[in-house]
């Protein structure tokens, strides 16, 4: 059973930093996509960063230069160090887990991803 469970999320003030963790079991780990994925209430489901087999990385370009997205495979745990915090990051991060993907989906495809996390929420306040 395919399991990828979030912590890390909590409240900050505006320029603080979080490392949200995202453990996967159950899962073939170093050939997934693997992305982070937020909502925040009211909006749709968007892509934060992702990583794909290769260990290419792509990221939003509003968390560009903040954001960095990492994986520890002996872990099995995708990783998103998230810096300089603002109050629009606010929302609930997931991750998400996929095997069969086209590089352009990474971020774009939330419907194409099989496997989420239940999310941890990160809330920044001014």
């Known amino acids: 059973q395919v399991q990828l469970v979030e912590s890390g999320g909590g409240s900050v003030q505006t320029g603080g930093s979080l490392r949200l963790s995202c453990k996967i079991s159950?899962?073939?780990?170093?050939?997934?996509?693997m992305a982070w994925f937020r909502q925040a209430p009211g909006k749709e489901r968007e892509g934060v960063a992702g990583?794909?087999?290769?260990?290419?990385?792509m990221y939003r370009d509003s968390v560009k230069g903040r954001f960095t997205i990492s994986k520890d495979n002996a872990e099995n745990t995708l990783y998103l160090q998230m810096d300089s915090l603002l109050p629009e990051d606010t929302a609930m991060y997931y991750c998400?887990?996929?095997?069969?993907?086209?590089?352009?989906?990474?971020?774009?495809?939330?419907?194409?991803?099989?496997?989420w996390g239940q999310g941890t929420q990160v809330t920044v306040y001014s």
């Open positions: 998400a887990a996929e095997k069969d993907l086209s590089p352009e989906w990474l971020l774009l495809g939330v419907s194409r991803y099989t496997h």
């Open positions: 159950g899962y073939d780990f170093t050939t997934a996509h």
């Open positions: 990583m794909n087999p290769d260990n290419r990385i």
